[in-house]
């Protein structure tokens, strides 16, 4: 990618300098050449000006070499006779249409991220399995919580009939104490009215004794129906607490076989799990897909550079990577456009640079000439530094 927005990038505007910060100076007004610390550094200063150059130069016949010979490349393609073009933008279209296939697999949103895939992978056969097991676990466990639900509001409904039952046995024998106190109070009564009086009290004695044995004979029937009444609510609770007791065995064994099977698949529900599943079935596909393309591209980008070798193209390979510019005429001259402009900036740019060596050296050759003196010293360094660059 780097080679292709190299050659096809956008151009950046550069900003406009004055010329004068491009134009070397040479001012040797304030130089003692007889000192030989200033001429060195003068000369040194000469010649890393013409090394500096030199390496600019190096890289810009590389970079001015790749876009001639595409250049070449687009003229040869041009020229090709009808068959062959055609022969090879049928070979160049189908790798542009795999690309495309690759390209929008890539740039897809909401891909299944390579970690959720492979860990669903490893566990394929077994994830349908799974999402039944959990989703029976889930359902089981809405009627395991329904069934505590109904045991609790039923436990509820006889303990609170256990204390209406408590209440009433309570106040039946509140009112026997009662009774029997107000029967022995009567009694008291009639034996003053008796003795003290002369007074025939028998009829009041019995009216007394019969409404007591009545009244005491009710409370103690109604006292002892409460009472086996109470052992079958206690006896209910009993049976309902063991049954809560089952239930919930069962609840924390179901909760836990959840957990469990959460763990395992990696997922807080069955639903979450069975579009994960669906997900990653999509995604298989979807990657088996991707694969063949990227196959087919392979293939494809060595048949278009094995057909490409038949002509005089510098580097197949390139348009290899860049299909598409063979097929769009439009795209091809504006490619043919771009490289014009870039060789010749390029081409600005090395003479620039030649300009700049070449003035060095005669800046050089100058100072030789106007001081012979130092002539031979001035060339040694001129050697040594060529050497070592």
């Given at each position: 990618?780097?080679?292709?927005k190299k ?7 550069h ?5 004068d ?9 304030n130089?003692?050449f ?6 060195s550094?003068?000369i040194t ?7 500096d ?7 810009l ?6 876009v001639?010979s595409y250049?070449?490349?687009m003229?040869?393609?041009e ?10 933008d ?7 249409t795999l690309e ?5 697999y890539?740039?897809k949103k909401?891909?299944m ?11 394929e056969d ?6 039944s ?7 089981y466990?809405d009627?395991?919580?329904q069934?505590?639900?109904r045991?609790d ?6 303990e609170?009939r256990?204390?209406?039952?408590e209440t009433?046995m309570?106040?039946?024998r509140g009112?026997?104490v009662?009774?029997l106190t107000?029967f022995a109070m ?10 003290a009086?002369?007074m025939?009290?028998r009829v009041g004695g ?12 009710v ?17 209910a609770i009993s049976?309902?607490?063991?049954l ?5 065995i069962r ?5 836990n076989?959840q ?6 698949y990696?997922?807080?529900c069955?639903g979450t ?6 997900q ?5 596909e979807?990657?088996?897909e991707?694969?063949?393309a990227?196959a087919k591209t392979e293939?494809?980008q060595k048949?278009?550079v094995?057909?490409?070798n ?10 290899a990577?860049r ?5 769009d ?6 490619m043919r ?11 600005k740019?090395m ?10 050296r ?9 001081y012979p003196a130092?002539g ?6 001129v050697?040594?530094?060529?050497s070592?660059?």
């Amino acid at each position: 990618m780097t080679f292709w927005k190299k050659l096809f990038g956008k151009k950046k505007v550069h900003e406009q300098v004055p010329e004068d910060w491009e134009n070397i100076v040479y001012d040797r007004d304030n130089v003692d050449f007889e000192d030989e610390e200033q001429r060195s550094r003068y000369i040194t200063n000469c010649l890393e000006q013409i090394a500096d150059a030199s390496r600019e130069m190096n890289l810009l016949t590389g970079e001015y070499s790749l876009v001639t010979s595409y250049l070449t490349d687009m003229e040869e393609i041009e020229a090709l006779p009808g068959e062959e073009r055609e022969e090879l933008d049928g070979i160049a279209r189908r790798l542009h249409t795999l690309e495309q296939e690759c390209e929008r697999y890539r740039g897809k949103k909401n891909r299944m991220s390579d970690g959720d895939y492979y860990h669903m992978r490893k566990q394929e056969d077994e994830i349908q399995e799974g999402i039944s097991k959990l989703t029976e676990c889930e359902n089981y466990g809405d009627l395991i919580r329904q069934d505590l639900k109904r045991l609790d509001m039923e436990k509820h409904a006889y303990e609170y009939r256990r204390s209406e039952l408590e209440t009433m046995m309570n106040n039946f024998r509140g009112m026997s104490v009662i009774f029997l106190t107000a029967f022995a109070m009567c009694m008291g009564l009639l034996l003053i009215l008796q003795f003290a009086f002369e007074m025939n009290t028998r009829v009041g004695g019995l009216l007394a004794v019969g409404a007591v044995a009545v009244a005491v004979t009710v409370l103690l029937v109604k006292y002892m129906d409460s009472e086996k009444e109470l052992h079958r609510v206690e006896g209910a609770i009993s049976r309902l607490i063991q049954l809560q007791n089952k239930v919930k065995i069962r609840y924390v064994n179901n909760n836990n076989l959840q957990d469990y099977l959460r763990i395992k698949y990696n997922t807080d529900c069955s639903g979450t799990l069975q579009k994960r599943w669906q997900q990653y079935q999509q995604e298989k596909e979807e990657r088996k897909e991707y694969a063949e393309a990227e196959a087919k591209t392979e293939y494809y980008q060595k048949q278009l550079v094995a057909k490409m070798n038949n002509y005089r193209i510098t580097d197949p390979d390139r348009w290899a990577a860049r299909p598409g510019a063979l097929l769009d005429k439009r795209e091809m001259v504006e490619m043919r456009h771009e490289l014009i402009l870039r060789r010749q900036t390029l081409r600005k740019q090395m003479d620039y640079n030649n300009t700049v060596a070449e003035n060095a050296r005669k800046e050089i050759m100058e100072i030789v000439n106007r001081y012979p003196a130092y002539g031979s010293e001035i060339l040694a360094m001129v050697d040594k530094y060529e050497s070592e660059t």
